[in-house]
């Protein structure tokens, strides 16, 4: 388990992390979404020890991380560019990692580099920007780490790619102790995989919460009540997190299950109603919006990408 205890990081001044409280729990994946500038990659450096906090602490399996070489040999950090020596291959990059990590599975790495038909001897520098993230990501997933810190790893990958990472990530919680982080600037990249949402902004976590929790106890419903006094009755039973009448139409974006939901609307006999899935950009917006935060612009351009 990595828990962030109350992080802070300055550089010159700018507050880079202002106070971040989170925790990644055993064998899940932890989305960390942001727009460009909000704290991600120094967050993640912070908890594989490359950068010190000026205040607060990560802690990997109840140790602190910075400067511990026993801890940073559980974790795995691929950058937001994917670096490689000059003039190296897939092959020399392979006994790199060995080195790095004892149990880097070099039969592993070379098998999946040629089901994606990617050439171990050709030099990395000739490939394509999604060819090095496939290389990156597979040198990540292969060295045998309990946890493996992803800086917008997908970007560059086309939605084939990406599918295919995602699974092989989803694998390999099923198969060993491992967790993974992924930060990325997009929400739709992350619902579909990730355990638990971070939202950072300016440096802070605005709103960290389980994915499948989230979904499960809010819900959005549209509903047609002729009798104005069943309709405020509805409202006021409701946990209302926002609602909206356009003509005879009720939007209501409401806590609680969907069967809760569902017997309050068919108490006040409605001409019509339906319950409807939420995107995670809908729940997060409803969210931060409660704790205070307008953030649909924030939230727009972090998924328009």
């Known amino acids: ?168 990530l989803a694998g390999e919680l099923s198969k060993r102790d491992f967790s993974v982080v992924i930060a990325s600037h997009s929400l739709r990249e992350l619902e579909d995989i990730c355990d638990h949402i971070g939202l950072l902004h300016k440096g802070g976590i605005l709103l960290s919460r389980d994915l499948e929790d989230m979904k499960y106890h809010i819900h959005k419903l549209q509903c047609v009540i002729r009798d104005p006094e069943k309709e405020k009755e509805l409202l006021e039973e409701l946990n209302v997190v926002q609602y909206e009448k356009r003509g005879s139409l009720l939007t209501v974006i409401a806590r609680g299950t969907r069967q809760e939901i569902l017997m309050s609307i068919e108490e006040k006999d409605p001409v019509f109603s339906e319950v409807l899935p939420l995107t995670l950009e809908e729940i997060f917006i409803s969210e931060t919006e409660v704790a205070g935060y307008d953030i649909k612009e924030i939230i727009h351009d972090a998924v328009k990408r």
Request: aromatic share 10%; proline share 3%.
């Open 1 to 168: 388990m990595i828990e962030i205890n109350g992080v802070n990081k300055k550089f010159s001044n700018t507050d880079a992390l202002n106070n971040v409280i989170a925790a990644v729990q055993e064998k899940s994946i932890f989305g960390l979404v942001g727009t460009n500038g909000a704290g991600k990659s120094t967050l993640l450096r912070i908890m594989c020890g490359v950068i010190c906090p000026d205040t607060g602490s990560v802690m990997v399996d109840g140790e602190n991380v910075y400067e511990n070489p026993k801890v940073k040999g559980r974790i795995c950090f691929l950058s937001d560019e994917a670096y490689f020596f000059p003039n190296a291959t897939g092959e020399s990059m392979a006994e790199y990692y060995e080195i790095l990590y004892p149990h880097f599975d070099e039969y592993r790495f070379f098998d999946l580099m040629e089901r994606f038909q990617l050439d171990r001897r050709r030099k990395l520098a000739s490939f394509s920007k999604g060819m090095k993230r496939q290389v990156l990501m597979l040198l990540g997933i292969c060295a045998g780490t309990k946890y493996l810190l992803c800086d917008e790893t997908f970007d560059g990958l086309d939605p084939l790619m990406r599918q295919a990472m995602k699974s092989i």
